[in-house]
């Protein structure tokens, strides 16, 4: 069965570093998402992308967060100077129209 | 600014006890609200998907209800078993694409 997946699984970085997480959606989806979840709190909402530009983003996505698809197949999010803060699971998702499906996570650690 | 509430945040029931999971939304214009399984450490699986347009939704022992007018959805899960132990989350897909997360119900089911 079709499955999202996410490299790396776990990504250490030293605070003010740029990161860079990388999914790879289902493959007839055109709808992908990324969240954040810092440990025992909410699943929380960053972008959402549909044809190749931001549908919608919170106010959590601000000037350090892009998202871009390089090419057919990959979706990442880059965090270009990170922060303590940032620590947290970062989860991609695709749908194909309503129904979401996420990839397993990769857990982000700032020193 | 939609917010969603999942009560209880915690539920321990004997194994084969039938439960109903409540989520809440304060904004009724959703385009679809998905319920998720979360194992610790782990990523959402989706268990159902209802659309705004639907009442409930039903796989195997689960049942998803949604009624927009009062902002609320149900999870029923039926002959609870103790492999049902994990966290389940409801989500409201708002304009843009935009998901709202509920906190999630910490389910443990004692065999």
């Known amino acids: 069965e079709p499955e999202v997946t996410q490299t790396p699984s776990h990504q250490v970085t030293q605070m003010g570093q740029e990161v860079i997480l990388r999914c790879v959606p289902i493959?007839?989806?055109?709808?992908f998402y990324w969240y954040r979840q810092i440990l025992g709190q909410k699943v929380e909402f960053l972008v959402s992308?549909?044809?190749?530009?931001?549908?919608?983003k919170s106010e959590i996505f601000d000037d350090q967060f892009s998202v871009e698809r390089p090419d057919g197949s990959n979706f990442t999010l880059k965090i270009r100077s990170t922060k303590l803060e940032d620590s947290a699971m970062y989860f991609c998702?695709?749908?194909?129209?309503?129904?979401?499906?996420f990839g397993p996570g990769t857990r982000l650690t700032v020193l | 600014k939609q917010e969603v509430t999942q009560i209880p945040a915690a539920l321990s029931v004997p194994e084969g006890e039938n439960l109903v999971l409540n989520c809440s939304f304060t904004?009724?214009?959703?385009?679809?609200l998905q319920w998720f399984r979360q194992d610790p450490g782990k990523g959402l699986t989706s268990l159902l998907l209802?659309?705004?347009?639907?009442r409930e939704q039903t796989s195997g022992r689960l049942n998803a209800s949604l009624d927009k007018s009062s902002g609320r959805s149900t999870l029923y899960i039926a002959a609870s078993q103790p492999g049902d132990s994990a966290t389940y989350l409801c989500?409201?897909?708002?304009?843009?694409?935009?998901?709202?997360f509920g906190a999630g119900t910490r389910l443990f089911v004692k065999a």
């Open positions: 209802i659309q705004s347009s639907q």
């Open positions: 493959s007839n989806h055109l709808y």
């Open positions: 992308f549909y044809n190749n530009e931001i549908s919608e």
């Open positions: 904004d009724s214009a959703i385009y679809n």
């Open positions: 998702a695709s749908s194909a129209h309503n129904e979401q499906f």
């Open positions: 989500a409201a897909l708002t304009g843009g694409f935009k998901t709202i």
